[in-house]
């Protein structure tokens, strides 16, 4: 997997604020970091920030955005790299581990406050995208609707990064070094190649489920219109 240069705005003072905002709203979070000490970091004035973004709120759309561009172009790779018929698993969650590496305190803090929803919606999008494809080659109806999958499937891979530190220990890797990435990797083809539950069993599961449902006087939604 090849990644591309960086943007000619990445060499600019805007990205060193916008950088500088990334790791003090990683380390403080957006309440308690200040535009003072941000410009301070990033070696600009505070009025030289204030004409970039004007706020801090403007600023943390920023960073968002950032972050939004940078992971896309993670996906459009690895959509490129399928389409190529050489795509490589392992490569790419280590090359998106790398990426995302020197951003992770800022998505954890962020995601459990509440906020980055425009990365979090971003992610689900793409996810969509994915399960479009695999929902084509499925011979049975989802029991749930595409965009509560993609919903459900981003939090459960946002949760690596989150606790990146607990999955290191538990891998006995870091999982941003290449060593770690790889054993990430091969973990999740294992989880994803041998589903805990077959198709049968899934669905006496979730016949028991409506069952309940319809008993406590509801039932389960059901997915509807086109996959």
Known sequence: MTTSGPDTEDLTARARIRDAALRHFGEHGFDRATTRAIAETAGVSP????????????????????????????????????????????????ASMAALGPYQRYLARALTEGRA??????????????????????????????????????????????????????????????????????TLLDLYSHPWLSPDEAAAYRDALDRTRTDAGTALPTEEGPR
Do not use: Y
Request: glycine fraction near 12%.
């Open 47 to 94: 009025g030289l920030l204030r004409h970039h973004f004007g706020s801090k709120q403007a600023l943390r759309e920023a960073c968002d955005a950032h972050l939004v561009k940078l992971i896309s172009r993670i996906n459009e790779q690895a959509a490129a790299d399928m389409a190529a018929g050489g795509v490589n698993g392992v490569n790419h969650v280590a």
């Open 117 to 186: 929803e425009p990365v979090f919606d971003a992610m689900v999008r793409m996810s969509e995208q994915w399960l479009a494809g695999l929902d084509e080659r499925r011979s049975d109806v989802p029991f749930a609707g595409r965009k509560a999958r993609a919903t459900v499937g981003t939090a459960m891979a946002l949760a690596v990064g989150i606790l990146h530190e607990h999955v290191s220990r538990g891998l006995g890797a870091d999982v941003s070094g290449e060593e770690g990435a790889h054993l990430l990797a091969l």
